[in-house]
RNA sequence: GGCGCGGUAGCCAAGUGGUAAGGCCGGGGACUGCAAAUCCUCUAUUCGCCGGUUCGAUUCCGGCCCGCGCCUCCA
């Protein structure tokens, strides 16, 4: 059974193959690193990150490339604001990046290039369009694409036919850049004082590239002139994805992604996410209030991709149960996870599953089949059937990207505190209630609780 | 104004032209010295409102109300 995905271009749901028959190719928009990304970026890529899974879950091969912006308004203010240079200060975020999908579980792409670090491709693309008549340097220096030169300019994002509002003709009179229209978008920026030190050689000039062409020429190095999907949020759509097919099919006259796959926005308790709001989430401040980072997956995933998400807490707070509740069936099944170097294609008695996942990437299907299935499936005693059962149950969490262990790592509780329960349980052996319920107390002063089983006992943060 | 999306139980959220998945919360039960965990079980005569098409619509069409996103560098 093939992955339907629904395409942003041709607005229909369509297969997703890889164009060459073996591998398939994907490029996501990744992060521009000037802070801590916030959990509404990282419903972006943990849904990307579930795509790969998807495909490789099936059998597919994969070559998934994310970028990395670190060379824009933002990273070149925030920089200099704090005195460091650029190149710093966005590898620290990158690292900080890089941590926080680690955390996730999200899966490593192939390749992670960096802007900065594609500078010769970019001022190679900008000079081919400028050959081709596609794009013109101002008097200010900057050479911008012309957008009346690509015919199907506006396709994706279906505005070709938008007017220029006041509110565009408003900003293009304060803008600092020359442009012939209001439409034409930068490739090149000519180097300006407030960038310091942060400008590079080119034909036109020193300055710096555009947003838009990092990502035209990263993705036609590393996986082709034409490829298979491009990702990002939906916002991406106009004017980033818009302006690269511009830029790519200009130069190279053929399709550039053939496939457009969106995500669309989180918001938090209803609302857009915003600073003044006060309700940006990023992982490390949802770490602080007790709640792990698969959860914060879990919550993610259980809506469909296509929708507005809404972030709650309740919402938090239901997916560490659900996920104990996942913690459970494993417990039972006797799983064991296995290595994550390739995953688990068998879906076995899981495959409902999987096929949700194929129809459009139904994360919220695929989980209310998952419980379904749970609860058929515990009581299995039949070692054969139970073999199958742990197979496709790995199969599932390689595809969602959870990971499920039947061995809990139980956090180490202080000595004193370990001590305190052995008494108890010896308390407990003897039939000594009182002596039992009285360490209990003492116990739970030192913010710990007893959980009892049938041999021992389990100390847990109360 | 232009383009686009959505309104399903207390909350989150799927889905279908044929009579509403799943998770959380809540009720009941089993188990348990206590506690927790775990398991079983119950909970929307109804899918924003009003019309239309149809044997039948939450699902298709039209109108209305409400919310949201994008409209030049926000995932």
Same mark, same amino acid.
């Given at each position: 059974?093939?992955?339907?995905?629904?395409?942003?271009?041709?607005?229909?749901?369509?297969?997703?193959?890889?164009?060459?028959?073996?591998?398939?190719?994907?490029?996501?928009?990744?992060?521009?690193?000037?802070?801590?990304?916030?959990?509404?970026?990282?419903?972006?890529?943990?849904?990307?990150?579930?795509?790969?899974?998807?495909l490789?879950?099936?059998?597919?091969?994969?070559?998934?490339?994310?970028?990395?912006?670190?060379?824009?308004?933002?990273?070149?203010k925030?920089?200099?604001?704090?005195?460091?240079?650029?190149?710093?200060?966005?590898? *620290?975020?990158?690292?900080?990046?890089?941590r926080?999908?680690?955390?996730?579980?999200?899966?490593?792409?192939?390749?992670?290039?960096?802007?900065?670090?594609?500078?010769?491709?970019?001022?190679?693309?900008?000079?081919?369009?400028?050959?081709?008549?596609?794009?013109?340097?101002?008097?200010?220096?900057?050479?911008?694409?012309?957008?009346?030169?690509?015919?199907?300019?506006?396709?994706?994002?279906?505005?070709?036919?938008?007017?220029?509002?006041?509110?565009?003709?408003?900003?293009?009179?304060?803008? $600092?850049?020359d *442009?012939?229209?209001?439409?034409?978008?930068?490739?090149?920026?000519?180097? *300006?004082?407030?960038?310091?030190?942060? @400008?590079?050689?080119?034909?036109?000039? $020193?300055?710096?590239?555009?947003?838009?062409? $990092?990502?035209?020429?990263?993705?036609?190095?590393?996986?082709?002139?034409s490829?298979?999907?491009?990702?990002?949020?939906?916002? %991406?759509i106009?004017?980033?994805?818009?302006?690269?097919?511009?830029?790519?099919?200009?130069?190279?006259?053929?399709?550039?992604?053939?496939?457009?796959?969106?995500?669309?926005?989180l918001?938090?308790?209803?609302?857009?996410?915003?600073?003044? %709001?006060?309700?940006?989430?990023?992982?490390?401040?949802?770490?602080?209030r007790?709640?792990?980072?698969?959860?914060?997956?879990?919550?993610? %995933?259980?809506?469909s991709?296509?929708?507005?998400?809404?972030?709650?807490?309740?919402?938090?707070?239901?997916?560490?149960?659900?996920?104990?509740k996942?913690?459970?069936?494993?417990?039972?099944?006797? @799983?064991?996870?296995?290595?994550?170097?390739?995953?688990?294609?068998?879906?076995?008695?899981?495959?409902?599953?999987?096929?949700?996942?194929?129809?459009?990437?139904?994360?919220?299907?695929?989980?209310? *089949?998952?419980?379904?299935?749970i609860?058929?499936?515990?009581?299995?005693?039949?070692?054969?059937?139970?073999?199958?059962v742990?197979?496709?149950?790995?199969?599932?969490?390689?595809?969602?990207?959870?990971?499920?262990?039947?061995?809990?790592?139980?956090?180490?509780?202080?000595?004193?505190?370990?001590?305190?329960?052995?008494?108890?349980?010896?308390?407990?052996?003897?039939?000594?209630?009182?002596?039992?319920?009285? %360490?209990?107390q003492?116990?739970?002063?030192?913010?710990?609780?007893?959980?009892?089983?049938?041999?021992?006992?389990?100390?847990?943060?109360?």
């Amino acid at each position: 059974m093939p992955l339907n995905l629904h395409d942003t271009l041709t607005r229909e749901t369509r297969e997703a193959f890889p164009m060459d028959g073996h591998s398939f190719r994907f490029y996501c928009c990744g992060p521009t690193v000037y802070g801590p990304a916030h959990i509404g970026n990282f419903r972006t890529f943990v849904m990307q990150d579930v795509f790969r899974r998807v495909l490789e879950t099936s059998g597919h091969e994969t070559l998934h490339v994310r970028n990395i912006t670190d060379v824009d308004d933002k990273t070149i203010k925030q920089s200099q604001s704090e005195g460091v240079p650029l190149k710093e200060f966005t590898d *620290r975020w990158s690292a900080f990046f890089n941590r926080d999908c680690e955390l996730l579980n999200l899966m490593t792409p192939h390749a992670v290039p960096s802007a900065v670090d594609h500078i010769p491709e970019q001022i190679s693309l900008i000079s081919r369009l400028i050959e081709a008549g596609n794009a013109y340097q101002a008097d200010d220096g900057s050479v911008y694409f012309k957008v009346d030169s690509f015919a199907k300019y506006g396709r994706l994002s279906r505005l070709a036919d938008r007017e220029i509002t006041t509110d565009v003709i408003s900003r293009e009179s304060s803008d $600092e850049y020359d *442009r012939d229209s209001a439409a034409d978008f930068a490739l090149w920026k000519a180097r *300006r004082p407030e960038d310091g030190d942060n @400008f590079w050689n080119s034909p036109w000039g $020193e300055g710096r590239p555009g947003w838009h062409i $990092e990502c035209s020429a990263m993705s036609m190095k590393y996986l082709g002139e034409s490829f298979d999907l491009h990702s990002g949020g939906v916002d %991406l759509i106009f004017p980033h994805h818009e302006n690269e097919i511009a830029q790519s099919e200009s130069v190279t006259g053929k399709t550039f992604a053939r496939h457009w796959f969106h995500i669309a926005h989180l918001m938090v308790e209803g609302k857009k996410m915003s600073k003044s %709001l006060g309700n940006l989430h990023t992982l490390e401040d949802l770490s602080k209030r007790g709640f792990k980072p698969q959860e914060v997956r879990y919550v993610l %995933l259980s809506g469909s991709y296509r929708q507005p998400l809404n972030f709650t807490f309740d919402s938090l707070k239901a997916a560490q149960k659900a996920l104990s509740k996942l913690q459970s069936f494993a417990e039972k099944i006797q @799983f064991q996870a296995g290595s994550e170097d390739s995953l688990e294609t068998n879906f076995g008695p899981f495959q409902s599953v999987q096929d949700a996942l194929l129809s459009d990437l139904n994360t919220p299907e695929a989980l209310g *089949r998952l419980f379904s299935l749970i609860r058929e499936l515990r009581d299995i005693s039949d070692e054969e059937e139970l073999e199958a059962v742990r197979v496709g149950f790995q199969a599932t969490c390689d595809a969602f990207g959870f990971i499920i262990d039947s061995k809990p790592q139980a956090e180490s509780a202080p000595e004193q505190v370990q001590i305190l329960a052995q008494q108890r349980w010896d308390a407990k052996q003897a039939k000594d209630w009182s002596t039992a319920d009285q %360490l209990r107390q003492e116990i739970l002063a030192f913010g710990w609780t007893v959980k009892d089983g049938k041999d021992g006992f389990v100390l847990a943060k109360a």
